[in-house]
């Protein structure tokens, strides 16, 4: 079974940068398909962005394509979600989660992480 930790968050101006990074525990990180989610106050979980096993395929929500990347590196059982030109809507707690199923909905994500504060101020 596969263990997240994300870091990187913190607070940052409205048009600034952060990456996030999530690292696995396990053997067969390289195996799983990852994705970011974020989770806003009063609000439930939503996809940001999904990467496949080896980087081939990705998907954005369409608030982010254009500002957020999302990245893999399998040696290091690291993924990654660079984030430019945040707004402040961008303010969340963010998640790293493996694909268990083939959607893209948060019911087919699971073993989180704890996630990591995001704050865009205005």
């Known amino acids: 079974q596969v263990q997240l930790v994300e870091s990187g968050g913190g607070l940052v101006q409205a048009g600034g940068s952060l990456r996030l990074s999530c690292a696995a525990s396990?053997?067969?990180?390289?195996?799983?398909?990852m994705g970011w989610f974020r989770q806003a106050p009063g609000k439930e979980r939503e996809f940001v962005a999904a990467?496949?096993?080896?980087?081939?395929?990705?998907y954005y929500v369409d608030s982010v394509k254009g500002r957020f990347t999302i990245s893999r590196d399998n040696a290091k059982n690291t993924v990654y979600l660079q984030m430019n030109s945040l707004k402040p809507e961008d303010t969340a707690v963010y998640y790293c989660?493996?694909?268990?199923?083939?959607?893209?909905?948060?019911?087919?994500?699971?073993?989180w992480g704890q996630g990591t504060q995001v704050t865009v101020s205005s």
């Open positions: 989660g493996v694909q268990l199923l083939s959607g893209l909905a948060n019911a087919d994500f699971g073993s």
């Open positions: 396990g053997r067969t990180f390289s195996s799983y398909a």
């Open positions: 990467i496949s096993w080896n980087g081939g395929k990705i």
